[in-house]
C-alpha cells in the first residue's frame, strides 16, 4: 500500500494519526459543456468555452486513536480540522496546493484502535497553484526583451507592472504571449 500525507489548512495529516491510501487521482478535471438535444436530429449539439467544471478526489483514510483520547474524541479532532476550507498540499506534490473544502459528510468506520474514513475535497478552481513568482528587470534599450516563464500547464492569468522610473516617456511598448 503506497501512503502519504496531506496538510490542510495549516494542519497535517500525520498529526491526527492519518495515513492517507491515495489509490486514485484525477488527471484532468471535467470540461464544462452544455448538450443542447436537437429535435429531429441524432445526440446532441456539445457546445463549450474551454473551461472545466470543480474537481472532486476522494482519499481513503486511516487513523490511529492517540493514547488518553477516545476513538470518538479522535475523530471529532479530525471533523473540526476537515470542517473548513483553504490551502491543501499533497505530501507527494512539492511546490503545489489547491484551494480546498470538503464535501459530503465522510462516514467512518471504528474498530478497536482504529478507525478509517473517506474524505472528498473538492478544489475550485481545479487546478494546483504554485507560489506567486516575481520577476525584475530593466529594459534599457528601444530592442529590449523580458521572459517570464511559467511552468504550469493550464491557462493561468498574470499581473504585469511596467514602471517608468526614468523621465522620458515611454512608446510603442508591446506585451506578446507565447505558448511553447
Known sequence: MI????????????SYGIVVNPTQRIILPEKRRVMIEIPGR???HSQSDGTYLAREETFHCYYVRPENISLADSARRIALWLSGEGRLEFDNEPGKYYDAFVVGAPPQIRHLQY??????FCYS??????????????IVSNSGYIFLPVNGTADTPCRI?????????INNLRVTRSVQ
Not at 161 to 169: P, S
Open 3 to 14: 501512503t502519504t500525507g496531506f496538510t490542510f489548512n495549516s494542519g497535517h495529516s500525520q
Open 42 to 44: 441524432s445526440g446532441y
Open 115 to 120: 478507525g478509517e474514513f473517506d474524505v472528498t
Open 125 to 138: 478552481p481545479p487546478f494546483a497553484y504554485t507560489e506567486i513568482q516575481q520577476e525584475s528587470d530593466t
Open 161 to 169: 507592472i511596467i514602471k517608468n522610473v526614468g523621465t522620458r516617456t
